[in-house]
């Protein structure tokens, strides 16, 4: 059974403090490992897909990584704006486009 | 930018009452999805639906639960006789692959 376990649970930062959140995964032939973002009573909102190990992708102050058994999401000069629930996800060759997702980091950027 | 509306935004039902949840997915999208996520816990997939059928399902959804795509622009989600476990938020997506967009919910209160 494919499993998503993303630390740490929860993430101080003050604003500009750069951090890593992690999202280690065990998956039967990985299609893809996705990053949503998560506002308070709000949908997940697409962030990143990555589809092989090596891969990266940037959009502002966020990178993805993927290794074979995880996947990072750096932070990079973090702004209050940027405080969120980050979730991770995975699909396996067996599932379609269904999504597994981790329960997610809560990071919260003070001023 | 489009987006995916989910109505209501909140329902409160009574035990064993049928529940229609509505959504309007974007309009060239081609796959559309249900999502639950009890709070406190992460997000879980129901169902995948594609070219007016079923493409995949969870084990959660059960002979319970029905979809329906009932003209060209609604996608709905039917819970026949809900339970208080079925409390939770509820989210649509749509997408023409991966990378699909959330709506931002149903809260669904089973009392």
């Known amino acids: 059974e494919d499993q998503v376990t993303q630390s740490p649970e929860a993430l101080r930062l003050q604003e500009g403090e750069s951090s890593s959140l992690n999202c280690s995964y065990t998956v039967s032939g990985l299609r893809g490992l996705f990053w949503y973002r998560q506002d308070p009573g709000k949908g997940p909102e697409f962030l990143f897909t990555l589809y092989s190990a090596g891969e990266e992708k940037e959009k502002e102050r966020l990178k993805a990584t993927l290794t074979k058994k995880e996947s990072f999401l750096h932070i990079t000069a973090p702004k209050p704006e940027d405080s969120a629930t980050y979730l991770c996800?995975?699909?396996?060759?067996?599932?379609?486009?269904?999504?597994?997702f981790g329960k997610g980091t809560s990071l919260l950027v003070t001023p | 930018e489009p987006e995916v509306t989910q109505t209501p935004s909140h329902q409160v039902t009574q035990m064993g009452q049928e529940v229609i949840l509505r959504c309007v997915p974007i309009?060239?999208?081609?796959?559309f999805y249900w999502y639950r996520q009890i709070l406190g816990q992460k997000v879980e997939f129901l169902v995948s639906f594609y070219n007016n059928e079923i493409s995949e399902k969870s084990e959660i959804f059960d002979d319970q639960f029905s979809v329906e795509r009932p003209d060209g622009s609604n996608f709905t989600l039917k819970i026949r006789s809900t339970k208080l476990e079925d409390s939770a938020m509820y989210f649509c997506?749509?997408?023409?692959?991966?990378?699909?967009?959330f709506g931002s919910g149903t809260r669904l209160t089973v009392v």
């Open positions: 997506a749509s997408g023409l692959h991966y990378g699909y967009t």
């Open positions: 309009s060239n999208h081609l796959y």
């Open positions: 996800a995975v699909s396996n060759s067996n599932s379609g486009y269904a999504l597994n």
